[in-house]
């Protein structure tokens, strides 16, 4: 047998696992420092200042945060077109998006929570789940990421 093959052809594998995860990491904390920097400048920062106190007591999917996001169409559309984070920002939606795409916007939805009554990234994956034609399958990696993260409502700062 040989073991000192396989203990170097392992170590190799590992290694190049490593470099792999490492690139995608890099990738995410770009993206991390980066996320929504076009919220800070016109056309989006001046519709988003301009309705900034609708948003604060609206339950997110509500008939109420429907009417608010037509006001925020033209500062969304642009949000959109910048970052691909959204299923929006891709013309087949979700299914246009690499994985790095679902764990930026999982984050971002985590996150969005926050700013919603009674936000709940659960709630969050089932509306979204609907609302962009998630297929049941990827609808459950979120739920199951959401959860390993503990990015649950009990965690969550409001």
């Keep these: 047998m040989n073991y000192d093959k396989t203990i170097k052809d392992t170590l190799t594998h590992v290694k190049l696992v490593s470099d792999r995860i490492d690139i995608i990491c890099k990738d995410l904390k770009r993206r991390a420092r980066t996320h929504d920097k076009s919220k800070m400048f016109s056309p989006e ?31 969304l559309m642009h949000h959109y077109s910048k970052n691909r984070h959204h299923a929006q920002h891709f013309p087949n939606g979700i299914a246009g998006m690499n994985l790095i795409d679902l764990v ?55």
């Design 45 to 75: 920062v001046d519709v988003f200042a301009d309705t900034v106190e609708d948003t604060e007591n609206i339950k997110y999917g509500s008939d109420k945060y429907n009417e608010i996001l037509e006001k925020l169409e033209p500062a």
């Design 104 to 158: 930026e916007m999982l984050c971002d939805w985590s996150a969005s929570c926050a700013r919603y009554k009674d936000g709940n990234i659960l709630t969050s994956i089932s509306i979204n789940t609907e609302r962009f034609n998630i297929s049941p399958d990827l609808a459950s990696i979120l739920r199951n990421t959401a959860e390993l993260f503990e990015l649950l409502p009990e965690q969550e700062e409001k």
